[in-house]
């Protein structure tokens, strides 16, 4: 199902703010972190894919700068909210991917979003294209915003998505329960634990 050459994986937003202790963000999303081992579940299957020549990309948000907003019009509450506090600062730990997730050679590090899709406004969808995937396996943080957003264009896009629902974390399990019992059924082809997507990948992911 998962052929390495027309499939790529998606990481969202890696961030030490997001999935380090210590990060700003970390705190609101440690308890789903902790129960979902969602930290080791994303490297797990970070790790299959590139065992199975599966093409990585990672898809960032913007890293917060001084006078990003200045003179906009119109800032959402989520992005007013990131300002506040700064989190994925440029130029500091907290703006920089997790240890485990530093792309290696060849892998693809798409522009950032500045809100929530990982397509929107950004070249992930160009870049997709020119690897030539057509499925992708969706995993990273925040399961309710960038998550949902990024799997509900992939769909609108026409490629076949996989959720990876323990490779995820958010702000509380109300959020998660969202994306993976009602609002991803309707984007996400399939919508799997770690163990079964490894189970999928060529030579069983984990060999």
């Known amino acids: 199902m998962y052929e390495p050459a027309l499939t790529g994986l998606v990481i969202i937003d890696p961030y030490n703010d997001f999935i380090s202790e210590g990060g700003k ?9 902790k129960a979902l081992d969602t930290v080791e579940h994303m490297k797990q299957v970070l790790a299959a894919c590139r065992k199975a020549g599966i093409q990585v990309f990672i898809a960032p948000h913007h890293r917060w700068r ?24 440029e130029g500091t730990w907290g703006g920089e991917f997790h240890p485990d997730f530093q792309p290696q050679e060849g892998e693809v590090v798409a522009s950032h979003h500045y809100l929530s899709s990982g397509f929107a406004n950004t070249d992930l969808d160009l870049m997709l294209h020119k690897h030539g995937v057509e499925k992708v396996i969706v995993i990273g943080l925040r399961a309710n915003t960038c998550i949902e957003s990024t799997v509900r264009n992939a769909a609108e896009l026409g490629y076949h998505v996989t959720l990876v629902k323990d490779a995820v974390a958010a702000f509380n399990f109300d959020e998660i329960r969202g994306l993976v019992e009602f609002n991803a059924p309707s984007y996400a082809s399939a919508i799997l634990s770690t163990e079964e997507l490894l189970a999928a990948l060529p030579g069983g992911g984990n060999e």
């Open 66 to 89: 001084e006078g990003d907003f200045l003179r906009w019009k119109h800032v959402p509450p989520s992005q007013a909210a990131a300002a506040r506090i700064k989190s994925f600062a």
């Open 25 to 33: 963000l970390y705190g609101y999303c440690a308890e789903t972190i």
